[in-house]
């Protein structure tokens, strides 16, 4: 409970009847009767310019003690609960001062006293925090983790081979939900490559180990994650290839290295130069020109597949595919050391002597 504080006004003399006052509302009559008012009310003065004004000592205090209680608040008071019951102090006491007693009039602002807070802004603060009800939430984390899972994908991820090519690089975002039991489940991808690249994410995403799961008020409960993999392809010098690249992903370096022949590039050119013959049955039209064979290295170095991507005529064609099916065993090509499979393309020109 607050403090309370006493409003004292004492009647030193009496004071005309209300009805009295209410005849001398009038200005003129007002005047008339200021001399017997002042005489018997102690609560007229008289201005400089002769006319009176009713001033009631008991308001001038109420009013000035009202102020000093506002302005000593630490919090904002409700000023029209206060307005009301500072006029039930000032009717109290003007009903007293009407029944023409000499008594002593002392009112009491206790009833006030529940829009004065007792505690100030820290200490009410303070205690909200102290009651408030926190709820704690952990993120989940590979059991493993995130070191440990960076190097299971990055040893589980595989680069498209077909895409090899084509030096293709990028990033795909994989969306996953991992479960109350610490299982990943709801995979998406958000931001992807191609299909081939996305699906390989996906397929290393799924593959990961348990996690811890979230919680929630020490309660475990599922929660959404993203991991982007980044695919990068380190090709040999000269060689062009996309850069693309999300610098927050989880990127994995993939080194490839291309097919060569083992007799050497100078050597495979000699063989064909010398095993290349012009169709005889096309020498009468000297044609001339050239057929582009595109051609798969196996694993164990072997030519695999030819094809012929530009033609000259079918004779030419069938002939520059024969050479390439006889060309000397290749050294496969690697990625991250591993011998894969590998396309090359090799134009064969032909002439009449």
Not at 60 to 85: L, M, Q
Not at 159 to 165: K, L, S
Not at 301 to 321: H, M, P, R
Request: aromatic share 8%; charged share 25%; proline share 6%.
């Amino acid at each position: 409970m607050g403090k309370g504080y006493k409003i004292s006004t004492t009647k030193k003399s009496s004071v005309p009847p209300e009805d009295k006052i209410r005849q001398h509302m009038d200005f003129d009559k007002l005047m008339a009767a200021s001399a017997d008012a002042a005489a018997t009310s102690g609560f007229l003065t008289t201005i400089a310019n002769g006319k009176a004004i009713l001033l009631g000592s008991l308001i001038v205090t109420t009013a000035a003690v009202s102020y000093w209680v506002f302005k000593s608040a630490p919090y904002p008071i409700d000023p029209v609960e206060n307005e009301t019951k500072l006029e039930s102090v000032a009717e109290h006491a003007m009903d007293t001062l009407s029944n023409g007693t000499n008594e002593s009039v002392t009112t009491t602002l206790d009833d006030m006293s529940t829009t004065i807070p007792e505690k100030r802004v820290d200490d009410v603060q303070k205690e909200a925090i102290a009651n408030f009800d926190l709820t704690t939430f952990e993120n989940a984390e590979p059991i493993i983790g995130y070191d440990s899972l960076y190097k299971f994908i990055a040893a589980s991820l595989q680069y498209p081979e077909d895409r090899i090519e084509e030096g293709v690089q990028g990033t795909v975002k994989v969306r996953f939900v991992i479960d109350s039991t610490g299982s990943v489940t709801n995979l998406n991808v958000i931001a992807g490559i191609t299909e081939d690249f996305d699906s390989e994410a996906k397929r290393v995403i799924a593959m990961m180990p348990k996690w811890k799961p979230a919680s929630m008020n020490d309660q475990p409960v599922a929660s959404k994650m993203i991991i982007p993999i980044g695919f990068r392809l380190t090709k040999p010098a000269g060689d062009t290839q996309s850069t693309a690249e999300d610098p927050n992903s989880v990127v994995v370096d993939f080194d490839f290295q291309n097919a060569e022949p083992t007799v050497g590039y100078d050597s495979m050119y000699a063989f064909i130069a010398s095993n290349l013959k012009y169709p005889p049955s096309m020498i009468p039209d000297s044609i001339e020109g050239t057929v582009r064979v595109r051609f798969v290295i196996g694993v164990t170095g072997n030519v695999i597949q030819t094809k012929v991507v530009e033609s000259l005529d079918f004779l030419f064609d069938v002939e520059a595919e024969r050479v390439i099916r006889r060309l000397p065993k290749w050294k496969a090509a690697t990625l991250n050391g591993k011998p894969i499979k590998s396309k090359m393309e090799i134009p064969l020109r032909f002439k009449v002597d």
